[in-house]
Each structure stands twice: as structure tokens, then as C-alpha cells.
DNA sequence: CGTATCATGTAACTAGTTACATGATTCA
DNA sequence: TGAATCATGTAACTAGTTACATGATACG
């Protein structure tokens, strides 16, 4: 089944499995990102960091500073990065949100580069779609149409436009790194 | 308060004061938004319109029609176009995720051209900071930077980029619409 | 005759927020 | 002394999903 549910655990583990972190940093962290993914309250990150540990994808220990409170830091198991590969190596469903594709490029230092790669792919061609759509969406537009409708379709024709144009930049970046083989032709 | 929160029951009440639908419509309508707000269940889009009546926003009547099955159509009340405008004219949040912006636009036919227009530059002011505290990230990045780090920065500046040009367009085009009397001089 | 679309709904559950509580340190 | 930042946490509540149930009509 293609990943739909965005909860905060993948985005958590995900960010963990890039670098160890307490709760504090990943809030932190999150919180410079507000706008595109919402980011949690503490009152469900730190339940969500104690069930990851409850569960061993993640271990925590205790670090001591002067003059400044203790911190838990967290870092991700053999078993979370298992879960973690296995949550992201689903194939993209086609509503996919922004904020799933989000979470998708946080966790991408966790994955192969030919996994990035076909993964960019899938969500290039939807994004396409996407476009097309909207694009007929627009020319379909008449004077009965209301002003939030005209504006939502003029926004998001913007957006999709935008991520297009990121994602063949980004790809064929991508495709030089990882198959260098074509310019040794 | 600056709104965060970013639940159904406004932006169906927005939908209903462009014009009167079902649950089935509404659902339909956001179903094509999706990857952008992340659209709801029936499980928690039928319970949102009972509150909806029962707190005398909107009213529903039942449309009989013929080889097909009944409709529940709601049209908002005018208490309930007075709770959408108090709801609207809140402060723009520093923090506006796309998806709240994204439910203001949806509702935005509900509001006069000035509000609009006041609330589309406040926008415009907050994403060119973002834009600009994701340009000093881009050239903070150095080496130890994550590849996960690294593509979202690069993302989130495209799409802020976008949106800035768009907000450009779409203000320029306003204050033309709002303002007629500077083409007059 | 089975499946798809139209159309509504409820119940059990999960995920998340809000509001609170704690306690140290630093800065004006 | 009072506020701000660092850092963690819990409890009560709200919002949401998933999975089910219903029943008609249309299509092949």
C-alpha cells in the first residue's frame, strides 16, 4: 500500500537517522520548516521519541553539561534504520502532498542514490500530471468562476510549475553523480 | 491570537460561502487539491458539517432527485459568513503554513478586495523573509552538510522563489482591479 | 450478476494540540 | 526580581483516520 499517513514517527526517525539529536533540537530543527511541514508540539514529540524507544528503533542517553540542563539524546538502531528503509522504499501514491514529499527529502540521506533517483522520477511524472490538469483546469475557467477558485488554480499552476523545474534540475544533477559512466563516453 | 490552526471546519465553511454543496462535493473539490491541503475523510467531514448546523452556520436541505440518490445540500447562514469573517481577519501568523494560506485563498471570495489585498502583502513580506533566511542557509552549507539537509533547502528556496513571484503577479493584478484611480493620473 | 459510482453515515481508534508543571541558567 | 532561553515531561481534550455499514443506480 502506497504511504498516505504522514505522522511525525518516519519524520523523527528520519531526521535521527541522519544524525543523533535530542528532542529540543529536533523542534528546533522542525520549526524552521513550519511552513512547509507543520511541525509537532512537544506534547506529541515527546511521546512519539519514548514509543520509538519503547519500540528499539532508537536508544537514549543521558548527556551532563555545565551550567545547563541534562539532554536526552537520541540515536537510531540497526532496527530503525530496517524500519525506516522499509517505510521509505514504498512506491509514491499519486495524491502525494508536499509535506509527504517533504518528509520523503529529510529522510533522503538515509537512502540510495538510485532510490532517490527513481523516487524523484515517480514524483516528477505526478507532478506533470498534476500540471496538465490544472493547466486544462484554467482554460476551463468561465465568468461563473469565483475569485478563490481563479486564485487557487492560479497558485498552485505556480507551484507545480516551480517544482517541475526544481525536479529536472535536481535529476539531472543527480543522474550526473550517479552515473558517471555517460560523460566517460 | 495569529491563526495556527489549521482545522476542516473553516475551510468548509469557506467552500459553503462560495456556494451551497454536499458533503460529496466538498469532498470531491479538495480530493483535486490534495497534494496541497491534505483533504478530509468522510469520517471526519460528515461529523463536521452536523457540527456546523448544529451550531446554526450553516443549513442543510435535502435534494430528492430522480434514479439517483438523495443529496444533502448546506448553505451557509449568515452567522455562519460572520464566524468565516472573524475567522479571516485574524492576523496573518509569521509562521502560515502553505496549507493555511492555501484554506485563506479558498475563503478569500468570502472577503472584500482590500482585506484581500492586505493580507496578500502580508504574505508577501513574510515568504520574502524565508526566502532570504533560506539563501543565508544555502551559502552557510559547507561539507558536513546532509544530502537530506542540503535538498530541502534547495526545494524550499525554489518554491519560495515561486510564490514570491506569484504574489507579485497576482498583487499587481489587484491593486489595478482595487486601486483603478493610479491608471487615471 | 458483479463491480463501480453516487451518497450518507457511525464507532473504535490514533494522533495531535493546548495547557500545565518543573527546574536550572542567564541577562537586564 | 522578573523575564528569556534551555530542556523535559504529563493530562485532558480535540481532531482526524480507518474500517465498517447501508442502499440505490448504472454499466458491461
Known amino acids: 500500500m502506497a504511504h498516505k499517513s504522514a505522522n511525525y514517527r518516519y519524520l523523527v526517525l528520519g531526521l535521527l537517522a541522519q544524525q543523533p539529536m535530542s528532542g529540543y533540537d529536533i523542534k528546533n530543527l522542525l520549526s524552521n520548516l513550519s511552513w512547509l511541514v507543520s511541525s509537532p508540539s512537544f506534547g506529541s514529540l515527546y511521546p512519539t521519541l519514548h514509543a520509538l524507544q519503547r519500540d528499539g528503533l532508537v536508544t537514549m542517553t543521558v548527556v551532563l553539561r555545565e551550567n545547563k540542563p541534562p539532554r ?4 537510531i538502531t540497526t532496527a530503525g534504520n530496517e524500519a525506516l528503509r522499509a517505510w521509505i522504499d514504498q512506491p509514491v501514491a499519486a495524491e502525494t502532498s508536499i509535506r509527504t514529499f ?6 533522503a540521506g538515509a537512502c540510495t542514490p538510485t532510490a ?3 523516487h ?3 514524483r516528477r511524472s505526478q507532478v506533470a500530471m498534476r500540471h496538465s ?8 475557467q468561465d465568468a461563473t468562476t469565483g475569485t478563490g477558485q481563479h ?6 499552476l505556480a507551484l507545480a510549475a516551480a517544482e517541475l523545474a526544481w525536479l ?6 543527480l543522474s550526473m553523480t550517479t552515473l558517471p559512466a555517460y560523460e566517460q563516453v
Open 72 to 75: 536526552k539524546v537520541y540515536r
Open 102 to 107: 517533504l518528509m520523503y527529502l529529510i529522510t
Open 116 to 118: 532517490l533517483l527513481t
Open 120 to 122: 524523484l522520477q515517480q
Open 133 to 140: 490538469a490544472l493547466e486544462r483546469a484554467a482554460s476551463a
Open 151 to 156: 486564485l487557487i488554480i492560479d497558485y498552485a
Open 168 to 173: 529536472d534540475q535536481a535529476l539531472q544533477r
